[in-house]
């Protein structure tokens, strides 16, 4: 006997014809949809963020190998050579998105016990780095945020995102 009144209160109260029921879905989800609209924005932003993120630290860790490298290579390489491998890396990780500008080659900084050559013919340029010596290649970009719900939520606009890594020259 309770089964048979069970299943008819349930088809009373859930069945299309419920008066007291009508248009509550439409509510619900009138009140639901600029949540999820705002949370699939947030969602966006931060994928794009963290693509660029990653482009950023793999240009750093990029530089970061070709400077450790640098004391095996035949030619003595500089700081700028290493800056510029840096830059290359990352203009060709960017070049297919139209979202980020590509920064000026001055975004890419490198420091450590490495000299700078800009000299043409290098025997006038100082002794390269020797092997032992430490070099860090530390890269900036800036991010706009597009969406302004979430733009709202960050001091800054654009967003700056760095990467930095530390080597050892072999």
Do not use: H
């Amino acid at each position: 006997m309770s089964w048979r009144v069970w299943t008819r209160a349930k088809a009373l109260l859930s069945g299309p014809g419920n008066p007291g029921e009508k248009g509550t879905t439409l509510v619900e989800f009138a009140l639901l949809a600029p949540m999820l609209v705002i949370l699939l924005s947030g969602v966006l932003e931060f994928g794009r963020v963290l693509d660029a993120w990653m482009i950023v630290t793999n240009a750093a860790r990029e530089g970061a190998r070709y400077a450790a490298l640098s004391g095996r290579s035949p030619n003595p390489m500089y700081a700028n050579d290493i800056q510029w491998a840096t830059y290359n890396y990352l203009v060709s990780g960017l070049s297919g998105r139209s979202d980020i500008a590509v920064p000026p080659p001055s975004a890419v900084a490198v420091t450590g016990n490495i000299p700078f050559c800009y000299q043409a013919d290098r025997s006038l340029c100082p002794a390269p780095a020797a092997p032992g010596a430490r070099v860090t290649v530390a890269v900036s970009l800036d991010v706009p945020l597009y969406i302004p719900l979430v733009a709202d939520f960050f001091p800054r606009n654009p967003m700056s995102v760095p990467g930095a890594v530390t080597a050892e020259v072999q």
